[in-house]
Protein backbone atom coordinates (compact mmCIF):
# COMPACT_ATOMS: atom_id res chain seq x y z
CA UNK A 1 0.00 0.00 0.00
CA UNK A 2 2.94 2.51 0.79
CA UNK A 3 4.79 1.84 -2.23
CA UNK A 4 1.40 2.58 -4.16
CA UNK A 5 0.73 5.96 -2.53
CA UNK A 6 4.58 6.90 -2.95
CA UNK A 7 4.23 5.81 -6.83
CA UNK A 8 0.85 8.22 -7.04
CA UNK A 9 3.03 10.92 -5.61
CA UNK A 10 5.60 10.84 -7.85
CA UNK A 11 3.22 10.66 -10.70
CA UNK A 12 1.52 13.84 -9.64
CA UNK A 13 4.62 15.51 -9.37
CA UNK A 14 5.89 14.45 -13.03
CA UNK A 15 2.85 15.63 -14.35
CA UNK A 16 3.33 19.36 -12.68
CA UNK A 17 6.77 19.40 -13.53
CA UNK A 18 5.38 18.58 -17.36
CA UNK A 19 2.77 21.21 -16.82
CA UNK A 20 4.93 23.67 -15.60
CA UNK A 21 7.79 23.14 -18.49
CA UNK A 22 4.91 23.39 -21.39
CA UNK A 23 3.86 26.71 -20.24
CA UNK A 24 7.20 27.52 -20.04
CA UNK A 25 8.29 27.01 -23.56
CA UNK A 26 4.92 28.43 -24.47
CA UNK A 27 5.80 32.01 -22.72
CA UNK A 28 9.26 31.82 -24.22
CA UNK A 29 8.09 31.04 -28.00
CA UNK A 30 5.89 33.60 -27.61
CA UNK A 31 8.18 36.37 -26.68
CA UNK A 32 10.19 35.34 -29.67
CA UNK A 33 7.46 36.48 -32.02
CA UNK A 34 6.62 39.77 -30.37
CA UNK A 35 7.55 42.18 -33.00
CA UNK A 36 10.91 44.49 -31.94
CA UNK A 37 10.36 47.57 -31.13
CA UNK A 38 12.86 50.64 -31.21
CA UNK A 39 14.07 52.41 -28.15
CA UNK A 40 12.06 55.73 -26.61
CA UNK A 41 12.82 58.78 -28.63
CA UNK A 42 15.84 60.36 -26.21
CA UNK A 43 15.13 63.64 -28.00
CA UNK A 44 12.08 66.38 -27.62
CA UNK A 45 11.17 69.87 -29.29
CA UNK A 46 13.46 72.20 -28.41
CA UNK A 47 16.53 70.29 -27.90
CA UNK A 48 19.91 70.11 -30.11
CA UNK A 49 19.00 67.32 -32.32
CA UNK A 50 20.88 64.13 -31.88
CA UNK A 51 24.65 64.73 -34.01
CA UNK A 52 24.97 61.61 -36.34
CA UNK A 53 27.23 60.67 -39.84
CA UNK A 54 25.47 58.42 -42.55
CA UNK A 55 26.78 56.90 -45.98
CA UNK A 56 24.52 58.49 -48.96
CA UNK A 57 23.04 56.91 -52.04
CA UNK A 58 26.24 57.47 -53.72
CA UNK A 59 28.52 55.98 -51.02
CA UNK A 60 29.86 59.29 -49.53
CA UNK A 61 29.52 60.30 -45.97
CA UNK A 62 27.25 62.89 -45.09
CA UNK A 63 26.65 64.43 -41.30
CA UNK A 64 24.28 66.93 -39.81
CA UNK A 65 27.92 68.64 -38.79
CA UNK A 66 27.55 69.38 -42.18
CA UNK A 67 24.84 71.48 -42.23
CA UNK A 68 25.27 73.61 -39.33
CA UNK A 69 23.72 77.02 -39.32
CA UNK A 70 20.80 75.62 -41.40
CA UNK A 71 17.40 74.52 -41.77
CA UNK A 72 17.39 70.65 -41.96
CA UNK A 73 14.37 68.40 -42.43
CA UNK A 74 14.66 64.86 -42.05
CA UNK A 75 12.00 62.23 -44.02
CA UNK A 76 12.06 58.50 -42.74
CA UNK A 77 10.83 56.65 -45.61
CA UNK A 78 10.21 53.66 -47.17
CA UNK A 79 8.98 53.47 -50.91
CA UNK A 80 6.81 50.38 -50.39
CA UNK A 81 4.63 51.60 -47.52
CA UNK A 82 1.45 53.08 -48.96
CA UNK A 83 1.49 55.77 -46.61
CA UNK A 84 4.42 57.02 -48.71
CA UNK A 85 3.23 56.41 -51.91
CA UNK A 86 0.33 58.22 -51.07
CA UNK A 87 2.71 61.44 -50.89
CA UNK A 88 5.29 60.23 -53.89
CA UNK A 89 2.51 58.97 -56.39
CA UNK A 90 0.89 62.33 -55.80
CA UNK A 91 3.66 64.69 -56.38
CA UNK A 92 3.03 65.65 -53.14
CA UNK A 93 6.17 64.98 -51.23
CA UNK A 94 7.99 66.00 -54.33
CA UNK A 95 6.42 69.17 -54.37
CA UNK A 96 7.19 70.25 -50.62
CA UNK A 97 11.27 68.94 -51.46
CA UNK A 98 11.60 71.56 -54.22
CA UNK A 99 9.45 74.13 -52.09
CA UNK A 100 12.18 73.85 -49.44
CA UNK A 101 15.22 73.67 -51.63
CA UNK A 102 14.19 77.08 -53.31
CA UNK A 103 14.00 78.68 -49.86
CA UNK A 104 17.33 76.96 -48.83
CA UNK A 105 16.35 74.37 -46.32
CA UNK A 106 18.53 71.13 -46.48
CA UNK A 107 16.13 67.95 -47.02
CA UNK A 108 17.60 64.41 -46.11
CA UNK A 109 15.51 61.40 -46.45
CA UNK A 110 16.65 58.59 -44.35
CA UNK A 111 15.97 54.66 -45.03
CA UNK A 112 16.24 52.53 -41.61
CA UNK A 113 14.88 49.27 -42.68
CA UNK A 114 16.74 46.84 -42.02
CA UNK A 115 18.62 44.34 -44.85
CA UNK A 116 15.88 41.60 -46.14
CA UNK A 117 12.62 43.88 -44.51
CA UNK A 118 10.47 45.62 -46.40
CA UNK A 119 11.83 48.85 -47.60
CA UNK A 120 15.27 48.10 -47.53
CA UNK A 121 17.71 49.27 -50.59
CA UNK A 122 20.70 49.30 -51.79
CA UNK A 123 22.43 52.86 -52.56
CA UNK A 124 22.02 52.50 -56.30
CA UNK A 125 18.20 51.51 -55.85
CA UNK A 126 17.69 54.25 -53.54
CA UNK A 127 19.14 56.55 -56.50
CA UNK A 128 17.14 54.89 -59.30
CA UNK A 129 13.66 54.96 -56.99
CA UNK A 130 14.45 58.78 -56.75
CA UNK A 131 15.08 59.53 -60.54
CA UNK A 132 12.16 57.94 -60.61
CA UNK A 133 9.91 59.27 -58.37
CA UNK A 134 11.62 62.94 -59.91
CA UNK A 135 12.43 63.55 -56.06
CA UNK A 136 14.41 65.83 -55.07
CA UNK A 137 15.87 65.55 -51.60
CA UNK A 138 19.53 67.21 -50.79
CA UNK A 139 20.70 63.64 -50.20
CA UNK A 140 19.07 59.90 -49.33
CA UNK A 141 20.85 58.40 -46.50
CA UNK A 142 21.07 54.88 -45.39
CA UNK A 143 20.67 53.66 -41.79
CA UNK A 144 20.33 49.87 -42.24
CA UNK A 145 21.83 49.58 -38.56
CA UNK A 146 18.71 51.74 -37.45
CA UNK A 147 20.80 53.88 -34.89
CA UNK A 148 20.05 57.26 -36.42
CA UNK A 149 16.08 56.19 -36.54
CA UNK A 150 16.31 55.12 -32.77
CA UNK A 151 17.93 58.03 -31.67
CA UNK A 152 14.99 60.05 -33.10
CA UNK A 153 12.76 57.93 -32.19
CA UNK A 154 11.71 57.97 -35.30
CA UNK A 155 8.60 55.10 -35.99
CA UNK A 156 6.47 55.28 -39.28
CA UNK A 157 7.34 56.43 -42.81
CA UNK A 158 6.93 59.08 -43.30
CA UNK A 159 8.09 60.43 -39.90
CA UNK A 160 9.48 63.90 -40.22
CA UNK A 161 11.55 66.55 -38.46
CA UNK A 162 12.82 69.98 -38.85
CA UNK A 163 15.66 71.23 -36.99
CA UNK A 164 16.39 74.94 -37.03
CA UNK A 165 19.79 76.67 -37.88
CA UNK A 166 20.81 76.43 -34.16
CA UNK A 167 20.39 72.80 -34.51
CA UNK A 168 17.73 72.10 -32.16
CA UNK A 169 14.70 70.24 -32.91
CA UNK A 170 11.35 72.19 -34.01
CA UNK A 171 9.06 69.91 -35.40
CA UNK A 172 8.48 66.35 -34.79
CA UNK A 173 5.79 64.19 -36.41
CA UNK A 174 2.90 63.10 -38.98
CA UNK A 175 3.72 65.09 -42.69
CA UNK A 176 -0.05 66.24 -42.28
CA UNK A 177 -3.12 65.56 -40.41
CA UNK A 178 -4.97 63.32 -42.27
CA UNK A 179 -3.32 60.09 -41.70
CA UNK A 180 -4.58 57.57 -44.70
CA UNK A 181 -3.37 56.11 -47.78
CA UNK A 182 -5.57 58.44 -50.09
CA UNK A 183 -4.27 60.96 -52.19
CA UNK A 184 -7.70 62.84 -52.14
CA UNK A 185 -6.90 63.44 -48.82
CA UNK A 186 -4.02 65.73 -49.42
CA UNK A 187 -5.68 68.52 -50.80
CA UNK A 188 -7.47 71.05 -47.81
CA UNK A 189 -4.55 68.51 -45.56
CA UNK A 190 -2.86 71.12 -42.95
CA UNK A 191 0.66 70.39 -44.31
CA UNK A 192 2.94 70.20 -40.61
CA UNK A 193 5.99 70.15 -42.39
CA UNK A 194 5.44 73.33 -44.71
CA UNK A 195 4.13 75.29 -42.17
CA UNK A 196 6.54 74.39 -39.59
CA UNK A 197 8.85 76.05 -42.32
CA UNK A 198 6.51 78.79 -42.98
CA UNK A 199 7.19 79.64 -39.57
CA UNK A 200 10.93 79.70 -39.27
CA UNK A 201 10.90 81.77 -42.44
CA UNK A 202 8.89 83.93 -40.50
CA UNK A 203 11.15 83.86 -37.76
CA UNK A 204 8.23 82.90 -35.38
CA UNK A 205 8.00 79.90 -33.35
CA UNK A 206 6.85 76.89 -35.05
CA UNK A 207 2.73 77.29 -33.94
CA UNK A 208 2.28 73.19 -33.62
CA UNK A 209 5.66 71.87 -33.04
CA UNK A 210 4.65 68.10 -32.37
CA UNK A 211 2.16 66.05 -33.89
CA UNK A 212 1.34 62.24 -34.46
CA UNK A 213 3.13 60.65 -37.05
CA UNK A 214 1.69 58.19 -39.16
CA UNK A 215 2.50 55.61 -41.42
CA UNK A 216 3.93 52.18 -41.97
CA UNK A 217 6.14 50.98 -38.65
CA UNK A 218 10.17 51.55 -39.29
CA UNK A 219 11.29 47.73 -40.04
CA UNK A 220 14.22 48.33 -37.94
CA UNK A 221 16.53 45.19 -37.29
CA UNK A 222 15.87 42.77 -34.82
CA UNK A 223 18.86 42.43 -31.88
Known sequence: MSTCVCSATAARRHHRAGASLLVAVFFLSALAILPARPAAAAIDVGEQAPAFALTDAGGGERSLADYAGKTVVLEWTNHECPYVRKHYDSGN?????????????????????????????????????????????????????????????????????????K?????????????????????????????????????????????????????????
Open 93 to 165: MQALQKQAADSGVVWLTIISSAPGEQGYVSGDKAEAIAAEAEAAPSAILLDPEGRVGQAYGAKTTPHMYVIDG
Open 167 to 223: GRLVYMGGIDDRPTTRRSDIEGARNHVALALADLSAGRPVSEASTRPYGCSIKYRTP
